[in-house]
């Protein structure tokens, strides 16, 4: 099953206004410290690696959703093949 790698960069850019949390709640989320939009720890591909993460084919288009939706354009996706 092809998974969609999804990160956000520059995360610093992030204005927290919580278009991604809205549309695609099941992975992002907004930190409590900094502000910032974060991957849900269960799609990171590294535990601390807050800004990138793999996700399942069936979460493409709420992914897509926030992608198109984030007024700062820092969400990223594509589909992995394999």
């Known amino acids: ?3 969609i790698r999804v990160w956000i960069e520059p995360r610093d850019a992030c204005i927290s206004d919580m278009v ?3 549309l695609c709640s099941e992975v ?3 930190d409590a410290g900094d502000g910032k939009s974060f991957i849900r720890v269960e799609w990171r591909l590294k535990p601390t ?3 990138e993460g793999e996700v399942p ?3 493409k288009e ?3 959703a926030a ?3 984030c007024p700062v354009d820092i969400i ?3 589909e992995k093949q394999g």
């Open 1 to 3: 099953m092809p998974a």
């Open 76 to 78: 990223h996706f594509k």
């Open 57 to 59: 084919e069936d979460l």
């Open 28 to 30: 992002f989320d907004i």
């Open 62 to 64: 709420c992914v897509k």
């Open 67 to 69: 992608s198109e939706n």
């Open 20 to 22: 991604c949390v809205a």
């Open 49 to 51: 690696a807050v800004s």
